[in-house]
């Protein structure tokens, strides 16, 4: 696992750096911030936040984050956080995002391995999982009923995962 992992908000950051700084002195947008602004809105965003949060910080042993907040509390900190990003990105013109939410953590095989399980998965680490992704697509429908003009949609990576998991033979 990395160790320093860039989080969204400086991300998010450096993409503002660029959109303000750096994208307009390009020749091919030297005083053309219209077409800036239109290249920018006509991207796709693909955003994907929280499995760090949670294998580096809500689930380590012996950690204090999930001593400090239970479940549903760090999920709404997290969404939280990422709902400001999103509309950070928003306000730099960002229209169109796909933003993705956690797979199934506790099916990881190092996970399994940390908890010396026989099981497929640590469905405890999973349902936790769950509460975040289910907040995450409120956010998502929120913002997109709020912000004007653009398009949220969820990435449910989750689901996907857990097929795949099930149902091995089904995909080679």
């Known amino acids: 696992m990395r160790k320093n992992p860039l989080c969204l908000g400086r991300q998010v950051d450096?993409?503002?750096k660029s959109v303000k700084e750096y994208l307009p002195s390009l020749q091919m947008y030297n005083n053309k911030a219209?077409?800036?602004?239109?290249?920018?809105?006509?991207?796709?965003?693909?955003?994907?936040?929280?499995?760090?949060?949670?294998?580096?910080?809500?689930?380590?042993?012996?950690?204090t984050t999930a001593q400090q907040?239970?479940?549903?509390?760090?999920a709404d900190l997290l969404v939280t956080e990422?709902?400001?990003?999103?509309?950070?990105l928003y306000n730099l013109g960002a229209r169109k995002?796909?933003?993705?939410?956690?797979?199934p953590?506790?099916?990881?095989?190092?996970?399994?391995?940390k908890m010396k399980?026989?099981?497929?998965?640590?469905?405890?680490?999973?349902?936790?999982?769950?509460v975040f992704n289910t907040k995450l697509e409120a956010k998502l429908k929120e913002l997109?009923?709020?912000?004007?003009?653009?398009?949220?949609?969820?990435?449910n990576i989750y689901t996907i995962a857990r097929e795949i998991l099930e149902n091995p033979s089904s995909y080679g």
């Open 97 to 103: 995002l796909s933003v993705f939410g956690i797979s």
């Open 144 to 155: 997109g009923s709020t912000l004007k003009g653009s398009t949220f949609i969820m990435g």
């Open 34 to 63: 219209a077409q800036l602004s239109g290249h920018i809105a006509k991207s796709l965003f693909i955003v994907h936040m929280g499995s760090d949060d949670y294998l580096l910080n809500y689930f380590v042993p012996n950690g």
């Open 82 to 88: 990422l709902g400001k990003s999103l509309q950070d």
């Open 117 to 130: 399980t026989e099981t497929r998965c640590v469905e405890s680490l999973n349902d936790v999982v769950k």
């Open 105 to 113: 953590l506790g099916c990881l095989p190092c996970i399994l391995d």
């Open 69 to 74: 907040y239970n479940p549903e509390q760090f």
């Open 14 to 16: 450096l993409f503002k």
